[in-house]
């Protein structure tokens, strides 16, 4: 144990000691997120009860300069909740109240650790919705979903989570409280929201966030086409794009994840010996319209060679559907003991190229790549299915990732979506970004959090060369001024 | 679980067995795992483990041995159910108070009156027990085969009405009944508690029972019970009694199901509003979901509800209730809530521990909501509408 004794009982003195966790089994835990290839112990975890015990605990720590990392569901896909043995992990899921939900004013003000859908539950009897829908979405966190800037199915339509975030209040990494944004419109001065949501934790732990409720749309149509082959889909969704219809939702699931979907209790009736399924919804408020739009989906899909479209749109049908879609990642497990969940965004016109690329990596590689994805968004999602003990197996697997995102920046996309960089995609990110960009945003955390306590050692790599000697360089800019 | 089975955490761990203790064992994650996995089997495996070093308290000790044994269980059911008409006014908050009103709500349908007057039949709206076995009115129907009721420890002993109805209700529905008289506990406290050993003993002696009706449904009314001995084929792999024991459990069926499957015949209307809890132990693991309601639908006039978050625990689970009471208690309010939300005459569930559970948690906050098995429900539609003659 690396955290002074002192700080501990500070910290047990604070929530009390039912609410802290120490033990190595414990703390075991809290080692890994969503992404299994990351191991961390946490030097201590403490679950506050709200607000006052999130500032108290953080006074103690920035008094001590010991860092923290804010953790919510630990769903996460990037390993940006994991903190090392001289950090204290700070679990919001007690935060879980949803303090008033205002329909009138369509907004919602909710604590961090309430989960996605209880919002979007309890929204429900006012017509309202909270749209960003993460297929984790019924056990990730609010506050996880603003740290990640989190997406979702439907975003494609409707935004990610910083299209739906309208003022936060947040403990600074001095303790300090401070309100971003505004829950009545645009407040002046820079986009402080737009700055903290997707900020992965570095700026500060968000204590109360009020989120935009959007009305759920009354007609939806749900289309299931199903493809020979991935560049066929690919180049269907392609033309959907290009054609300038806006489905809400314009999913890819291909023959590995339909196999593993159907098996599982969520089986949804994907035909099973398709190489492509395309899962669209088409929404709108008068049911003639939605239908013609449809309409005209399902044609592009026939053109592009779909062998069979079918159309749901009562409730319990497109429901199970979307479960199937939705629980895809959780299906994979039944493969292989692990499971990496890539995320990386191209352009859509280069779907059916980069697919078809990254088909020749698995083959290349030796390791079992399956896709589900948004593919309106060009937003994909290779996942690697292996097993940890095979250590042969996982050194392909982290080189078939890594050839992977070569491959995405390549067609001209960028290394995440939306599950963040974390520490999982630190070393990509001198790829994306030169020196300069990079001292930039380190400069912007700094404003923040000057000793970089705040999830530190994420998201900006701290060991390329030209980002250090920018950093010292800053530094000392500090020190003459 | 996973670092213990492959010796990365030592058995004797206290944070480990602290946290494994206090899981519930209401397999919900099973009814909404995508992989697939069977945590139920892989927690009792672990506790199986933990519990040599981390010793179960006394009072769960001896409540398990009682159960185990026929000779101490008899005659302790029996003074409980002689102190069971006082341990209403017992009933409370407290330790000893729940644990009175858990007893107290072993009691067959209360006749506390006001939630019954409104009873459309007209019978005084106060339910009397029926002491003698009623023959059939009006015959049996076409025959459905032979059924052989499991009786259980508690069942036996507390819930002896309940296990009447079931046989009643079975029989009305063309079923034959065979008795299985050297049958005993089934085992599922002790296989929650992880004491394999005395679970593997107990389910021996009931394969072993069971085998003399090899043809008949084994049929269970208790849904924790239920669930274990389904699960006896793989309890028992690999010993001499492997494949009796495969066949038993492909016998089991839950009463619900049994009578589900059957079409039931339909009873007297019983004008009232039903909360309906599913049990854990039906829902999750047996995957039993819509059978109870299928049951239910065969009385005309009874509104069924369900309550929100009827997926969760309520806090009962085995001797959970007793090895960890403030956690169980905790568990309990937000069941209450969500049932109080629902303005019901009674509530039903398919499980002892649960009807004993709610029924205290009901007078602990001095509600004289009657808790029920819905077997016994359907049992008074029957009697109703006279197929039992008197």
């Known amino acids: ?481 | 679980m996973q670092q213990l089975a492959r010796g990365e955490i030592n058995p004797g761990d206290t944070h480990l067995a602290h946290h494994l203790n206090r899981c519930l064992g209401c397999r919900a994650c099973e009814s909404a795992c995508p992989s697939g996995v069977v945590y139920g089997p892989a927690l009792e495996e672990a506790r199986s483990v933990l519990v040599k070093k981390h010793p179960l308290s006394l009072l769960a000790r001896v409540v398990l041995a009682v159960m185990a044994d026929p000779r101490l269980r008899r005659p302790l059911l029996t003074l409980s159910r002689m102190v069971r008409p006082l341990a209403r006014f017992g009933a409370g908050k407290s330790a000893i108070g729940f644990q009175m009103g858990m007893l107290a709500a072993t009691h067959m349908i209360p006749n506390t009156g006001e939630h019954w007057a409104n009873d459309a039949t007209g019978s005084g709206g106060r339910l009397r027990r029926d002491h003698h076995e009623p023959r059939l009115a009006d015959g049996p129907r076409a025959r459905r085969g032979d059924a052989a009721v499991f009786r259980g420890c508690i069942m036996e002993g507390l819930f002896g009405h309940v296990n009447a109805a079931t046989q009643r209700t079975l029989r009305a529905n063309g079923f034959t009944i065979s008795a299985v008289p050297s049958q005993g506990c089934c085992g599922a406290l002790h296989a929650h508690a992880g004491l394999n050993e005395q679970m593997k003993q107990l389910a021996r002696r009931n394969v072993l029972a069971f085998s003399r009706v090899p043809d008949a449904i084994i049929v269970v009314n208790s849904a924790g019970c239920g669930a274990t001995m389904k699960d006896y084929g793989h309890l028992l792999a690999g010993e001499d009694l492997a494949s009796e024991a495969k066949r038993f459990a492909a016998r089991v069926k839950d009463v619900s199901e049994v009578l589900a499957a059957a079409g039931p015949r339909i009873g007297a209307p019983l004008e009232m509003t039903v909360a309906v809890d599913p049990a854990c132990h039906l829902q999750h693991a047996q995957g039993v979901v819509e059978a109870p309601q299928a049951v239910l639908a065969a009385v005309p006039r009874l509104q069924c509800r369900s309550p929100a978050d009827a997926s969760h625990c309520c806090g009962s689970a085995g001797v959970y209730s007793l090895v960890q009471p403030k956690l169980s208690r905790q568990v309990l309010a937000r069941k209450l809530e969500n049932l109080d939300a629902i303005a019901a005459d009674v509530i039903v569930t398919g499980n002892p521990g649960c009807i004993m559970q709610l029924g205290a948690g009901m007078l602990a906050r001095g509600q004289q909501r009657p808790v029920l098995h819905p077997i016994e429900l359907l049992d008074l539609s029957y009697r109703r509408a006279g197929y039992y003659a008197q």
């Not at chain 1, 790549?369 to 042969?392: Q, T, Y």
Request: hydrophobic letters at 40%; glycine letters at 10%; aromatic letters at 4%.
């Open chain 1, 1 to 481: 144990m690396t955290l002074p004794k002192q700080v501990l009982q500070a910290l047990a003195g604070i929530v009390g000691s039912q609410s802290i966790r120490v033990s190595r089994t414990a703390l075991e835990t809290y080692a890994s997120d969503g992404l299994p290839t990351h191991h961390r112990r946490p030097g201590a975890v403490v679950l506050p009860d709200g607000r006052d015990q999130v500032v108290r605990i953080v006074e103690v720590l920035a008094h001590h300069g010991v860092p923290f990392v804010a953790r919510g569901a630990g769903t996460g896909l990037s390993g940006g909740a994991l903190a090392g043995p001289d950090a204290v992990v700070i679990v919001l899921t007690r935060l879980n109240r949803i303090i008033a939900i205002d329909p009138s004013n369509r907004h919602a003000t909710v604590e961090p650790g309430v989960v996605n859908v209880h919002l979007s539950e309890a929204a429900a009897p006012h017509g309202l919705h909270y749209a960003p829908d993460p297929s984790s979405q019924t056990v990730c966190t609010i506050g996880g979903n603003v740290a990640e800037n989190a997406g979702g199915p439907h975003c494609l339509k409707y935004g990610v989570t910083s299209n739906h975030i309208l003022e936060l209040e947040v403990v600074l990494p001095n303790g300090e409280v401070a309100t971003l944004g505004s829950r009545g419109g645009e407040p002046w001065g820079p986009d402080l929201v737009g700055l903290f949501v997707g900020s992965e934790g570095m700026f500060g732990i968000a204590t109360r966030i009020t989120v935009r409720l959007t009305p759920i749309p009354r007609q939806i149509q749900t289309l299931l086409a199903d493809f020979s082959s991935v560049r066929a889909a690919g180049e269907a969704v392609s033309s959907i794009i290009a054609s300038g219809l806006l489905p809400s939702a314009l999913e890819m699931l291909d023959r590995a994840c339909v196999a593993a979907v159907e098996a599982s209790i969520y089986a949804a009736g994907y035909p099973t010996d398709a190489e492509a399924v395309l899962l669209v919804d088409v929404d709108g408020r008068d049911a003639g319209a939605v239908q013609a739009e449809a309409h005209d989906v399902e044609t592009i899909l026939r053109e592009h060679g779909a062998r069979t479209v079918r159309m749901a749109t009562e409730e319990s049908q497109r429901a199970r559907l979307w479960q199937g879609r939705k629980k895809a990642f959780g299906a994979l497990g039944r493969i292989s003991p692990d499971l990496i969940v890539q995320d990386a965004v191209v352009p859509r016109s280069a779907l059916p190229d980069v697919l078809e690329r990254i088909a020749d990596i698995a083959a290349t590689y030796r390791v079992k790549v399956s896709n589900v994805f948004h593919a309106g968004d060009g937003n994909l999602h290779p996942n690697i299915n292996f097993d940890r003990r095979n250590r042969d197996e996982f050194r392909r697997v982290e080189a078939a990732s890594a050839a992977i995102m070569s491959a995405c920046i390549d067609a001209g996309g960028s290394i995440t979506g939306e599950h963040g960089v974390g520490i999982d995609k630190l070393r990509y990110m001198p790829l994306m970004f030169d020196g300069d960009t990079l001292a930039a945003m380190r400069a912007t955390r700094r404003a923040f959090d000057p000793e970089e306590l705040s999830n530190p050692g994420k998201v900006v790599p701290v060991h390329a060369c030209r980002e250090w000697s920018a950093a010292r360089s800053l530094r000392r800019a500090e020190v003459v001024a």
